[in-house]
C-alpha cells in the first residue's frame, strides 16, 4: 500500500536560513512518481516538482532544490535563504503508475513552514 | 485561461440537508478527483475519476458520491451531511488518466455542517 509520511509537522526558521523538509514514503510499484505541492496562507494550492521513480537525479530551481533517494525511499525538498513569502504549508505526494486497478494519489499530512523576519 | 473551478466557496449548511459541490475544469482532463483537507491530516482523497462515467473510491468516500457524466464536471454529493464533514474540499484534475501529472487544484470549498 501507498503511504507519505512528513514527520515534521512545522519548522520555524529565521530568514535566509536553509531549512529540509523530509519526505518518506512506501511503495510495491517500481514506477511512481513523486510531487511537492504548496499551501500558502491563501489557500490554494500550487504544484512545485514531478518526479518519477527512474530518475533519481536532483533538481534546483533557483532557491529550491529536491533531493530523491530510492534507498531511503526519500524525496527532500530544501530552501536555500529562506524568504517570509516561503511560509505555508508543503504537501509530499505519490501515485503509482501500475497501481492494481487503483490509481489513488496519496499525499502525506503537511510540514507548516514559518520563516520569520 | 486554464482552470479547475467549485462552487460553492463556502457553505454553512445542517445535519441532513443535501448539497452538492460543482466542479469543473476547461483543460479538457481526463483524471478528476476530490480530496478533503483537515487539520493534521493533510489531504485525503475521497473519489477520484479516470474519465467519463469511470469513478472509484479513494481512501474516505463514506457519505460521498460522485458522477463522471461529462469530462468537464465532477461534483461532490453528501446526501446526507454529518458534522464530521466539515472540511475544506478540493476538487483537482490532471492530464494523465492515472493522475500521474501535476494536478491542477479548484481553490477549495469551505464547509461547515452544524
Known amino acids: 500500500a501507498q503511504k507519505v509520511t512528513q514527520a515534521q509537522t512545522e519548522i520555524s526558521v529565521v530568514e535566509k536560513e536553509d531549512v529540509t523538509l523530509d519526505c518518506v514514503y512506501e511503495?510495491?510499484?517500481?514506477?511512481?512518481?513523486l510531487f511537492w505541492y504548496k499551501q500558502p496562507p491563501s489557500g490554494e494550492l500550487v504544484f512545485l516538482i514531478r518526479?518519477?521513480?527512474?530518475?533519481?537525479q536532483n533538481e534546483i530551481s533557483g532557491r529550491y532544490s529536491w533531493n530523491f533517494q530510492k534507498s531511503t525511499s526519500s524525496f527532500n525538498f530544501t530552501i536555500t535563504a529562506s524568504q517570509v513569502v516561503d511560509s505555508a504549508v508543503y504537501f509530499c505526494?505519490?501515485?503509482?503508475?501500475?497501481?492494481?486497478?487503483?490509481?489513488?494519489?496519496?499525499f502525506g499530512s503537511g510540514t507548516r513552514l514559518l520563516v520569520r523576519p | 485561461e486554464a482552470q479547475v473551478t467549485q462552487n460553492p466557496r463556502y457553505l454553512i449548511t445542517v445535519t441532513g440537508k443535501k448539497l452538492t459541490v460543482t466542479c469543473s475544469q476547461n483543460m479538457n482532463h481526463e483524471y478528476m478527483s476530490w480530496y478533503r483537507q483537515d487539520p493534521g491530516l493533510g489531504l485525503r482523497q475521497i473519489y477520484y475519476?479516470?474519465?467519463?462515467?469511470?469513478?472509484d473510491k479513494g481512501d474516505v468516500p463514506e457519505g460521498y458520491k460522485v458522477s463522471r457524466k461529462e469530462k468537464r464536471n465532477f461534483p461532490l454529493i453528501l446526501e446526507s451531511p454529518s458534522p464530521n464533514q466539515t472540511s475544506l474540499y478540493f476538487c483537482a484534475s490532471s492530464l494523465s488518466p492515472r493522475g500521474t501529472k501535476e494536478l491542477f487544484f479548484g481553490e477549495g470549498s469551505r464547509l461547515t455542517v452544524l
Open positions: 511503495t510495491r510499484d517500481t514506477t511512481y512518481y
Open positions: 475519476s479516470m474519465n467519463v462515467e469511470v469513478t
Open positions: 518526479r518519477n521513480s527512474f530518475d533519481e
Open positions: 505526494a505519490l501515485s503509482e503508475e501500475w497501481a492494481d486497478s487503483s490509481y489513488k494519489l496519496i
